[in-house]
């Protein structure tokens, strides 16, 4: 079978499931989403951030890009935050970082990724502003796993700066900022 088509089988068996389990299943999901939470997260295949938690379709609203950013921008991550918070009215909205990521290494190394440099550039900028606590890790495995932190710290400083959160909070309105980061191994 081909890899495809086995997503479009495999989405049959989990259907199937689903409605076993809940025969309303997809009619009390059909009208409306009403997610509580915002997942912004890596592209990384190895984390699914709907898979990882257990959340059920329509629990979780997610945004997805390498080395999980938020730029401001970034009119792409800022459209998904706007309407989670101002449409969807979430109550959380959680950035997660992982281990091993490979936004990270690429950012890290001397080679040229070409258009992604760009992309890297915050990365880069995080690097240099904790460049002796970075070289002091000796390890190459828990310098990244540092990093993944930093990481994830900075975009949620990012995030709490836009004016989408600062205006959601100045109203006395959610969303909690959250930041993760997802150990693969």
């Not at 990882?52 to 998904?80: C, K, Y």
């Not at 540092?146 to 006395?172: E, K, Y």
């Amino acid at each position: 079978m081909k890899y495809y088509q086995k997503l479009l089988q495999n989405n049959v068996e989990w259907a199937q499931e689903m409605v076993k389990q809940d025969p309303n299943f997809f009619a009390k999901r059909e009208a409306a989403q009403t997610p509580h939470y915002l997942g912004i997260g890596c592209s990384d295949s190895r984390v699914p951030l709907e898979l990882m938690t257990g959340a059920l379709p329509g629990e979780m609203f997610v945004h997805r890009n390498i080395g999980n950013q938020v730029w401001e921008t970034d009119l792409n991550v800022l459209s998904v935050v706007q309407f989670a918070v101002n449409v969807l009215d979430v109550e959380h909205v959680i950035v997660c970082g992982h281990s091993n990521c490979g936004a990270l290494k690429a950012a890290e190394g001397p080679l040229s990724n070409g258009l992604i440099d760009h992309w890297l550039s915050d990365i880069r900028d995080i690097i240099r502003w904790h460049r002796t606590e970075l070289d002091a890790t000796k390890d190459r495995e828990e310098r990244l796993h540092r990093l993944s932190h930093l990481n994830v710290m900075q975009q949620v400083g990012v995030l709490s700066r836009t004016s989408i959160i600062q205006d959601a909070w100045s109203r006395g309105r959610r969303p909690m900022l959250h930041g993760w980061v997802y150990d693969i191994g």
